[in-house]
């Protein structure tokens, strides 16, 4: 039987799915193909290369331990940037100041370049001699949304109604599914102008279905928990207006899977990676909860399958 799993977009809520896949892994558990938005992109992309839970978990507590504050100024509407994934446009911080003081600017289309978490994937991908989806190790599949026809395009390596992007580089598809509105430009590629995935689809388990896959499993980080009361900027408005409309278009989305695993973590902002330890944990101990059912669920669907095939 053929296991995927989708991994949902978060911020570095993400980090949860190196815990999920590290806890599925002590298992047992093989899976066979992977999609994943945004955050969950960067994880799926460097787990369909080749690199194992553990060296997942490195890179992201590498660019936890460079973390420190972003210093330019208003830096109190950031708190806690990451020094290797942030890349300030300085044009766009003042377009966007112009905008917001003056509305005098058009062109303002994001704050940060994003190119640094470009090439910590292309890095990454080089280790392991894996560039393009035509060279991951497995089945891979990661959305990002066109931002002029809303169009969902999905990079993959699976050949799909007859159609597949699997000359791709997988640093490029990864920057766009990470493309958050406001706080990312958006990624050209080819004649398209990408924006993050979780916009269309937040937890990609349709195509998993699509790819072959018969049993699904997905992550959900969506929005979950209390109110929050300490929304005071203009990140934390687009973050919570954001993460309410993907929350709600997921729950549509996941409905198809076959086992949902969501992990509780409240209070970590889009890019506090002071917090991914935290989520790493939260996504161990959250699968590691759900492995005795994921196991029961995984052997009814596989006797539901022989059965139905002998009786043909």
Known sequence: MKIGIALSGGGVRGAAHIGVLKALHEAGIKIDMISGTSAGAIVAALYAIGHDVLEIERIFMDIARDNRKFR?????????F?????DVDLVGLSLFLMHTIFNHSKDFSGLLYGNKLENIIRACCEKKGKLKFKDALMPLAIPAVDIHTAETVMFTNVKIDGCCLNDVEIAHAVRASSSFPVVFKPKRIGNRLLVDGGIGDNIPV???????????????LGYDGPAREDIHNIFDISQQAINILTYRLAQYQVSSASYIIAPKILNVSLLDTTKIQYCIEQGYEATRESIKHLKQTLKDKEQKMFTAKVSL
Do not use: K, Q, T
């Open 72 to 80: 330019y100024p208003l830096s109190s509407f950031i708190s806690r």
């Open 82 to 86: 990451d020094n290797e994934l942030i």
């Open 206 to 220: 349709a195509i998993l279905e699509r790819m072959g896959a018969e049993f699904v499993i997905a992550i959900d």
